[in-house]
């Protein structure tokens, strides 16, 4: 059983890795469009103009799916897409360049590119990064560069001080965002593959993993 789960998970993961650009493009689409989807879980805050939404999450999963460049070109792809008319920003529908660097919440959605870029290229980087507690931390890191863009902008739109930008737009988010990176990295610790498929810098580490977890019987090394 452990040796075709992880067999699976092998498969899928370089499956994604031999697609061309235009099917990693499609990829992204896709993931771009469950971010938006996700998007529509929002509640409002009466203290903040930034409401809770489920599109961290949707960041978390294209991210770990899509790995390094492609997961935060899915958010460049979510964020083009809305301000061309796609109504999946948290709310809004088609608005110009200028109304959304006017909104107090655009900064987040930068800030979710740049996420992107970040968690893909840990997950693909060292084979190490795909374990629970791990998925976990780089989530949490993840959400810190969220905030970071949030933040400034939040405090530049509303002409707040950086720490009541932090009170307004960092404070109210970090127990609901921790709980979507422990949702978001149970998912990637069952279906991110523990062996290499793209010349991880740890590939050498992790076939002791898979030889005890599966007495040596897997082959697909590569």
């Not at 989807?37 to 903040?48: D, E, H, K, S, V």
């Not at 529908?93 to 200028?98: D, E, F, L, W």
């Not at 190490?128 to 933040?151: D, E, H, P």
Request: contains cysteine; positive net charge.
């Amino acid at each position: 059983m452990i040796s075709r789960t992880m067999s699976l998970q092998y498969e899928i993961f370089a499956w994604r890795e031999s697609r061309g650009i235009v099917s990693k493009l499609s990829l992204c689409f896709g993931m771009a469009a469950i971010t938006g989807l996700l998007a529509g879980i929002r509640i409002p805050l009466p203290f903040t103009p930034v409401p809770i939404t489920g599109q961290v999450l949707g960041v978390f999963l294209g991210s770990i799916f899509l790995g390094r460049f492609y997961g935060g070109i899915s958010q460049i792809f979510y964020v083009i897409l809305g301000l061309c008319g796609i109504p999946w920003f948290a709310g809004w529908k088609g608005v110009s360049i200028y109304q959304f660097l006017s909104v107090p919440s655009a900064g987040y959605l930068i800030g979710f590119i740049f996420a992107g870029f970040y968690l893909g290229s840990v997950v693909d980087r060292k084979i190490k990064n795909r374990f629970f507690l791990q998925q976990v931390w780089a989530m949490t890191i993840a959400s810190l560069i969220i905030y970071l863009f949030g933040t400034l902008h939040l405090s530049i739109v509303l002409k707040l001080s950086f720490k009541q930008a932090i009170v307004m737009g960092v404070l109210p988010f970090i127990l609901v965002d921790l709980l979507k990176a422990v949702v978001a990295a149970s998912l990637s610790y069952s279906i991110l593959p523990k062996i290499p498929y793209n010349g991880e810098l740890d590939r050498d580490v992790t076939q002791n993993f898979s030889k005890i977890c599966r007495g040596g019987s897997f082959d697909n090394q590569g």
